[in-house]
């Protein structure tokens, strides 16, 4: 089994930033793709950005260049760095990890979720 953890959600106005972070535990190896999906009241849940086991990246276009998806396999974590906040990010955000690889389907192992709400 494989346990994840997210942290960092909050709060925060529009413009600014926060950094999620996902904790994994179990059995995870550094062979798992990681992503951080989201999901906004009454939307379906979306991919925000993926992450392979050896750092290649891929991101929904509308967090390009403002999101930062990042490992640390040392420490099986996972990063979500957001920069420039909108309050169109809104949404709860969740970790997932697959062994299969960085896949257009979801793997199944998923977090618990943290909220993240952009507002003045």
């Known amino acids: 089994q494989v346990q994840l953890v997210e942290s960092g959600g909050g709060l925060v106005q529009p413009g600014g930033s926060l950094t999620l972070s996902c904790a994994a535990s179990?059995?995870?190896?550094?062979?798992?793709?990681r992503a951080w999906y989201r999901q906004a009241p009454g939307k379906e849940r979306e991919r925000v950005a993926g992450?392979?086991?050896?750092?290649?990246?891929k991101y929904l276009d509308s967090v390009k260049g403002r999101f930062t998806i990042s490992r640390d396999n040392a420490e099986s974590t996972v990063y979500l760095q957001m920069n420039n906040l909108r309050p169109e990010d809104t949404a709860v955000y969740y970790c997932n990890a697959d062994p299969r690889g960085l896949r257009f389907t979801p793997g199944k192992y998923w977090g618990q979720g943290t909220q993240v709400t952009v507002s003045s």
């Open positions: 179990g059995s995870i190896d550094r062979t798992y793709a």
């Open positions: 992450i392979t086991m050896d750092g290649d990246t």
